[in-house]
């Protein structure tokens, strides 16, 4: 029996067409042609419904650290969901979810050893903000409830972490926001304010000081937490300058505010180490992960906070007061433990940063074409910012870059066999983010499929 539970063969692209609700997704544009319809995996490789191969150069959305394909992954969620498929973090506890929490406790930085799990990267930001305000409210501050993010980062999509989103453009339907969000600069050092252009240190300097200016303007008791990513993914990685991040802790502990980090990308080896924050030395107070916890065999979000901010959680008749049914799911934790086992045995961080420098140097060769303005991240996660004048730096126009990236590129690098993102919710740019496995010649892969496109590109302008 077919999927439509008839005898007739389900056509998978009728029934996506006429059932399926894709996320940030244009439905409009798939009435002319094909769903992408990705079916099966293998390492960094997925194949279409034809059979036709892609190599995965975003790791999904930034989640496949380990590859696809992984039978002793997939065996561990089987053996878990015979042996306890599920039961809830409401006031139990399960094994996996233990030994995972103590697992992450012994990885993370610092005195960060207090595991709250969640199903997604969404949650985790919630959840972060919600301890925040709870602790606030505990600690005899209950007017702390701001967060402070930057100008175009993504931190997730349900209404609290909408709010703490930078992406003005994807807010207006569901206006009005949760009150508190404030934006701050962010760190893209190309597109740098003219006084701090030509000097990274002072630009870095300049927008970690922003912060401070941004907690006395609000006013000091007013701000819970600031919320960063190590690398900034939306608008196309922003690496943080040096000292940038060692400023921000100072400003923080000034002013009593909050330091998350949320990881849900930079997490998990994506910069060559467990956690971003350990690649920038710095010491957040909370860390925010998803994604590539479990490399995506199955979903789990959670965040990890410092004893001294989950104390007060612990007497008397106090609780954090918030939950979701699925979080630290049994099977989503076997996953994470058998993941993070892969991590270990093939020395996925060793891979990255002895491979990381080669990566760059490989997408720095595309610096030969013109519409190539700046590559810029680290580890295996990199942005490539597409321009119409190397010189001057001038961007596209929207409608420009509507044509470029919709109407041209986001098509053309799928159907040249890579899968990657063609993103203008910032500058126009394309990102990268491979698996953790990849090589030189899945390197040389990337660089050549670029190159044929954007040169193309460059002419059809
Ligand atoms: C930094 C960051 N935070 C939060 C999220 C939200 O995660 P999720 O899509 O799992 O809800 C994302 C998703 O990409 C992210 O990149």
Redesign the pocket.
């Known amino acids: 029996m077919s999927a439509n539970g008839s005898d007739h063969p389900t056509n998978l692209q009728e029934s996506a067409k006429r059932h399926m609700w894709l996320h940030f997704s244009r439905m409009s544009s798939y009435a002319g042609h094909d769903m992408p319809l990705i079916v099966r995996g293998e390492g960094p490789y997925v194949f279409d419904e034809k059979g036709k191969r892609y190599l995965d150069g975003l790791a999904g ?2 989640v496949s650290q380990i590859g696809h394909g992984r039978t002793e992954v997939a065996e561990a969620a089987a053996r878990q969901a015979a042996e306890l498929a599920y039961f809830p973090l409401w006031s139990y506890a399960h094994p996996r979810a233990i030994e995972l929490a103590e697992r992450l406790a012994g990885m993370a930085p610092g005195d960060l050893n207090r595991v709250f799990f969640t199903t ?6 919630e959840s972060a903000w919600k301890m925040a305000k709870q602790y606030f409210k505990l600690t005899g501050e209950p007017t702390r409830y701001k967060v402070l993010s930057r100008d175009i980062a ?4 349900s209404m609290g ?1 909408l709010a703490i989103t930078g992406l003005a453009a994807i807010k207006p339907p569901f206006e009005p926001m949760a009150p508190g969000g404030v934006r701050v600069p962010n760190t893209n050092f190309y597109r740098a304010p003219s006084f701090v252009a030509d000097d990274l240190n002072a630009f870095g300097i300049w927008a970690a000081d922003e912060i401070e200016r941004a907690i006395l303007r609000e006013g000091p008791d007013s701000v819970a937490a600031v919320f960063l ?1 190590p690398c900034q ?1 939306s608008g196309g990685c922003f690496p943080p300058p040096p000292g940038y991040f060692q400023r921000v802790r100072e400003i923080c502990d000034r002013y009593g505010v909050l330091l998350v980090s ?1 990881e ?2 930079c997490a998990f080896g994506r910069l060559g180490y467990y956690f971003g924050s350990q690649r920038y030395g710095y010491q957040p107070d909370i860390i ?1 992960f ?2 590539g916890v479990t490399s995506g065999y199955a979903p789990l ?1 959670g965040m990890i906070a410092s004893d001294r901010l989950a104390e007060p959680f612990l007497h008397g008749e106090t609780s954090f007061l918030h939950g979701v049914t699925f979080a630290g799911h049994p099977v989503s934790c076997a996953v994470a433990m058998a993941n993070l086992d892969v991590f270990e045995k093939e020395d996925l961080l060793g891979n990255v940063r002895s491979n990381e420098a080669a990566f760059r140097a490989t997408l720095e060769q595309l610096y030969d074409l013109p519409i190539v303005g700046d590559v810029r991240g680290d580890g295996y996660f990199y942005g490539i910012e597409l321009v119409k004048d190397k010189a001057t730096r001038e961007t596209f126009s929207d409608d420009e870059s509507e044509r470029l990236l919709r109407g041209y590129l986001s098509h053309a690098l799928f159907d040249a066999g890579l899968i990657c993102r063609a993103d203008d919710r910032g500058d126009p740019v394309i990102q990268l983010s491979p698996p953790l496995t990849c090589t030189q010649e899945h390197f040389t892969e990337i660089e050549q499929i670029l190159r044929g496109v954007l040169t193309e590109a460059w002419s059809r302008l």
């Open positions: 959305l930034f997604s990267g969404s949650e985790a930001v993504y931190h997730g999509t972490a990513e993914n949320d849900v990308i925010t998803a994604k979000g």
